[in-house]
């Protein structure tokens, strides 16, 4: 299979008084039409600024794409002008952010920005819109769809404005749906609601989905494939089996020992990663993890590390996986 979207060797800098931020440092992957797909990793890992690369939505000052391909089917949206690529924005491409006002604009009502949305990339036609706006509130399951039509945002509570928010998303059933922390401005049952919201729609809109996220457990169940992001590079991919079954590299293993897991016999208690990311003002030359890791050894800090791939899918840049290095067992 073909795939929808192709990231080759992003690298997304932001350009600052102190110094230039290597925020992506080389992102290489490929979405499949029709699945999900988690990035995963702390806040300033480079995982929102990829999403927002991807939807070309870096604004330059600070912020610049200093070089790759992002190829969607077989445009490449580095090479598009600001026009051609708002009509790819929404239509082909759309993204759900962290807070739903980012994108639903407060001074018009739900309806109107839905019906715009559809009429915009001429899915539809105006008569036919308001039928259609009906159709997707009541597929993302907002209750009295009819009344929310011709709501404002803010008469919504937060998670209606993010199931509006992902209403607008699917409208015109884009290739790729980018969804960055959407359940991080809900609380607990709210976010179990939208995930399951998320899940269903995969099945009944042919989108891909990226879910992009600092928490492991949300990306459980519902994504196939696994990227794990630090220091603006990817340094562990994998399917949902690999990544939570047999994960190799060790800030994996310390991100999967922060999620608490209701199948454990013993009450462990959970952890945090020790130290902090790297200034990505002047990243490390070897292994950016090498200063919180307790495997490291004189080539992490020296040298980074390629990727080994330990099984077919499964990618890795960590030294422990070169057949020379000492053997030694995860912790968990
Ligand atoms: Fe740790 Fe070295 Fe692997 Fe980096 S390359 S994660 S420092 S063992």
């Given amino acids: 299979m073909e795939p929808v979207l192709r990231i080759k060797d992003l690298k997304t800098e932001f350009f600052t008084y102190a110094g230039t931020v290597k925020a992506v440092r080389g992102v290489d992957?490929?979405?499949?039409?029709?699945?999900?797909?988690?990035?995963?990793?702390?806040?300033?890992?480079g995982k929102t600024v990829t999403g927002l690369s991807i939807m070309r939505l870096i604004t330059y000052p600070p912020g610049k794409i200093?070089?790759?391909?992002?190829?969607?089917?077989?445009?490449?949206?580095?090479?598009?002008?600001?026009?051609?690529?708002?009509?790819?924005?929404?239509?082909?491409?759309?993204?759900?952010?962290?807070?739903?006002?980012?994108?639903?604009?407060p001074a018009l009502t739900i309806g109107y920005q839905l019906s715009e949305s559809l009429i915009l990339h001429k899915i539809i036609s105006k008569g036919e819109a308001k039928k259609r706006v009906i159709?997707?509130?009541?597929?993302?399951?907002?209750?009295?769809?009819?009344?929310?039509?011709?709501?404002?945002?803010?008469?919504?509570?937060?998670?209606?404005?993010?199931?509006?928010?992902?209403?607008?998303?699917i409208s015109c059933e884009p290739k790729v749906i980018i969804a960055d922390e959407p359940t991080t401005s809900v609380d607990v049952t709210i976010q179990a609601q939208i995930l399951n919201l998320l899940q269903d729609l995969k099945s009944r809109v042919n989108s891909s989905i990226i879910l992009i996220t600092h928490n492991l457990a949300v990306v459980a169940g519902l994504c196939s494939r696994i990227i794990v992001m630090y220091a603006g590079l990817i340094i562990e991919e994998g399917?949902?089996?690999?990544?939570f079954d047999n994960p190799k590299h060790p800030y994996t293993w310390g991100l999967l020992r922060a999620v608490p897991r209701i199948d454990e016999q013993e009450k462990?208690?959970?952890?945090?990663?020790?130290?902090?990311?790297?200034?990505?003002?002047?990243?490390p030359?070897?292994?950016?993890?090498?200063?919180?890791?307790?495997?490291?050894?004189e080539i992490c800090f020296k040298e980074r590390p390629p990727y080994?791939?330990?099984?077919?899918?499964?990618?890795?840049?960590?030294?422990?996986?070169?057949?020379r290095a000492q053997k030694v067992e995860r912790s968990k």
Wanted: proline share 7%; with cysteine; hydrophobic share 35%.
């Fill in 239 to 243: 399917t949902d089996t690999q990544i």
């Fill in 66 to 105: 200093v070089s790759g391909e992002i190829n969607l089917d077989e445009i490449d949206l580095l090479k598009l002008s600001e026009p051609e690529m708002r009509k790819i924005r929404g239509g082909k491409i759309s993204m759900i952010f962290q807070d739903p006002m980012t994108s639903l604009n």
């Fill in 29 to 45: 992957f490929n979405i499949y039409p029709g699945e999900a797909v988690g990035i995963v990793g702390e806040s300033g890992c």
């Fill in 135 to 169: 159709e997707l509130l009541n597929l993302v399951r907002i209750k009295s769809p009819e009344t929310v039509f011709n709501q404002y945002p803010h008469q919504l509570s937060g998670g209606m404005r993010q199931r509006a928010m992902i209403a607008l998303a």
């Fill in 285 to 297: 030359k070897g292994c950016p993890f090498a200063l919180r890791c307790s495997y490291a050894m």
């Fill in 308 to 323: 080994f791939n330990p099984e077919e899918g499964h990618r890795v840049m960590c030294w422990l996986l070169d057949k």
């Fill in 268 to 283: 462990e208690r959970l952890t945090t990663i020790r130290g902090l990311p790297p200034d990505l003002l002047s990243p």
